[in-house]
């Protein structure tokens, strides 16, 4: 029964995971902020941040939301599903479920960039808690947000984020993504300390 929640939890937040994930590797380029400073003459969000990372990522994430939908239908009409893995409703609902999830995980990392300026760290310095959860923060929240309008406007007769996130699934989530994040970033790292 746990394993069902971990994998349950993390298909769930996988389209996030895909979206920061990407804008770090593609993205580069003009940035967000357009190089202007704060009141407080620090960056607003810094180079690290840009429209490039921004759009591939949401691309890329929602490309990977909606790759999961079909995975999910293909495994339940061939009996393979264990578990339940189809949680993003069919077309057009998973539309901006998947999409909210995946621009919600980067406008996260970016309110976090901004405060991370204003508290003086720099680019690529570490904040432990901040730098791993921005994202997940982001993602949850905008989806529950998307949720309630989509509710709230009669498009559906529920909330998808409350049926769809038990408080298990954000235990896990936010239990597992530090671990997960801190590992990603020392291999993209290393990656780049060999390719240069």
């Given at each position: 029964m746990q394993y069902e929640i971990i994998l349950q939890a993390l298909w769930l937040i996988l389209p996030a995971y895909a979206a920061n994930g990407c804008a770090v590797l593609v993205g580069g380029g003009l940035a967000?902020?357009?190089?202007?400073?704060?009141?407080?003459?620090?960056?607003?969000?810094?180079?690290?941040?840009?429209?490039?990372?921004?759009?591939?990522?949401?691309?890329?994430?929602?490309?990977?939301?909606?790759?999961?939908?079909?995975?999910?239908?293909?495994?339940?009409?061939?009996?393979?599903?264990?578990?339940n893995l189809d949680y993003f409703e069919g077309y057009p609902l998973m539309i901006p479920i998947i999409l909210s999830?995946?621009?919600?995980?980067?406008?996260?990392?970016?309110?976090?960039?901004?405060?991370?300026?204003?508290v003086g760290k720099e680019r690529g310095e570490?904040?432990?808690?901040?730098?791993?959860?921005?994202?997940?923060?982001?993602?949850?929240?905008?989806?529950?947000?998307?949720?309630?309008?989509?509710?709230?406007?009669?498009?559906?007769n529920y909330n998808w984020f409350l049926k769809n996130f038990t408080l298990w699934h954000l235990l896990v989530i936010l239990t597992v993504t530090p671990g997960i994040h801190i590992l990603a970033n020392t291999l993209h790292r290393r990656f780049k300390q060999k390719s240069f």
């Open positions: 967000i902020d357009f190089g202007k400073t704060w009141r407080d003459g620090k960056r607003i969000l810094g180079d690290g941040k840009t429209w490039r990372g921004l759009f591939f990522g949401s691309l890329l994430g929602s490309i990977v939301g909606f790759s999961q939908v079909t995975a999910a239908k293909y495994l339940t009409e061939h009996g393979l599903n264990m578990i999830l995946c621009i919600g995980a980067l406008l996260g990392d970016l309110i976090e960039s901004f405060f991370k300026r204003r570490d904040w432990l808690l901040f730098d791993q959860l921005d994202f997940v923060a982001g993602a949850l929240i905008l989806a529950l947000i998307t949720s309630g309008l989509l509710q709230l406007t009669g498009v559906t």
